[in-house]
C-alpha cells in the first residue's frame, strides 16, 4: 500500500573540506558532529530518536518528525550547533576541525516501513547542500564555522516574520544553481559580523562606502543599525541579541 505523504522540516549537514583527512580523523569529526547534532536537537525540544536520519558519509540529512515548528530547526538549534563546533574547534587540530554546511527545507515526502524517505522536497535540500554560496562562505573566512543556505518556501514561512530567536536581517537573498536547478534562497551565517556584512551573491558596502577585511561596512553611526551577538560559558551557552546604541564610558 502507498504510503501518504507527511510534511516534514528537513536539515542536511556536510562537512567541509573533508576528503583527504584520513579514516581516523574522518570517524573523530563524524562522531563529533553527531554528538554536536543530537544535543542542537534536544536544545530545540526535537526528538533526535524520532527523526528520521540518513548517512551522507562526512555529513547526515535529517527529517524532523511531523509537526515540528519550522522554526526549530533556526533558533536555538544552529546557534547552539555552531557554539558546541567552535568549542571543539578550540582545541582540535587542523586534521579533526568541523566546519560545516547546512540546508534547510520542508515539504512532503513519503516515509517507507523501513524509514527510508524519497520525495522533492529531498533533491532541493540536496541541491541546497551543495551550492556554491555556503561553500564560498566558509572559503573566505576561516573563522566561520558554518554557511546555512535556507530554501525560498522555509524563509517564506519562517524566517521573514522575525519569530523570536530569528533575525530576518541576518538572512541574504543569494541565486543558488546546482546542475539543472536554480532557484533563491536565504544565506545565513550563525553568530557571524552584522548584518550588513556583505555576503556572496548578496549586497555589501555601496558605491564609495569603505570595507574592512571581512567585507563588512563601518558603522553610520545611526541608532538601531547595530547588531551584537554575545556568547558566554559556563554549564551551557547563552546568546544575547541586542539593536541599538552601546556607550561605554572608561573612568581614567
Known amino acids: 500500500m502507498e504510503t501518504a505523504p507527511e510534511y ?18 574522518l570517524e573523530l569529526i563524524r562522531r563529533e558532529l553527531a554528538t554536536a547534532l543530537r544535543a542542537s536537537f534536544a536544545r530545540s525540544g526535537v526528538d533526535w530518536d524520532a527523526c528520521l536520519r540518513h548517512d551522507l558519509g562526512d555529513g547526515m540529512r535529517v527529517a524532523a518528525p511531523a509537526g515540528t515548528p519550522k522554526a526549530a530547526l533556526i533558533h536555538p538549534l544552529l546557534h547552539e550547533l555552531t557554539a558546541r563546533l567552535r568549542a571543539h574547534n578550540l582545541l582540535a587540530g587542523p586534521p579533526t ?11 512532503e515526502i513519503r516515509v517507507g516501513a523501513d524509514g527510508s524517505a524519497i520525495g522533492r522536497p529531498l ?3 540536496a541541491r541546497l547542500l551543495d551550492a556554491e554560496p555556503a561553500r564560498a562562505a566558509l572559503a573566505r ?31 541574504r537573498e543569494v541565486a543558488v544553481r ?15 559580523a552584522a548584518p550588513g ?23 553610520d553611526g545611526r541608532a538601531g543599525t547595530a547588531r551584537m551577538t ?9 546568546y544575547a541579541v541586542g539593536n541599538g546604541v552601546i556607550n561605554i564610558n572608561r573612568r581614567e
Open 123 to 125: 533533491e532541493v535540500l
Open 230 to 238: 554575545s556568547k558566554a560559558s559556563g554549564h551551557g551557552v547563552v
Open 97 to 107: 576541525r568541523v566546519r560545516v554546511r547546512v540546508a534547510l527545507h520542508a515539504g
Open 141 to 171: 573566512d576561516p573563522e566561520v564555522t558554518a554557511a546555512v543556505l535556507v530554501s525560498q518556501h522555509f524563509h517564506e514561512e519562517t524566517v521573514w516574520e522575525g519569530r523570536p530567536g530569528i533575525d530576518p536581517a541576518a538572512f
Open 197 to 219: 556584512a556583505a555576503e556572496p551573491g548578496g549586497a555589501g558596502a555601496g558605491p564609495g562606502e569603505p570595507e574592512d577585511a571581512r567585507g563588512r561596512t563601518p558603522d
Open 178 to 192: 546546482v546542475k539543472k536547478f536554480a532557484a533563491p534562497a536565504w544565506l545565513h551565517v550563525p553568530l557571524s
Open 8 to 25: 516534514r522540516a528537513l536539515l542536511a549537514v556536510d562537512i567541509a573540506d573533508s576528503a583527504g583527512r584520513g579514516d581516523v580523523a
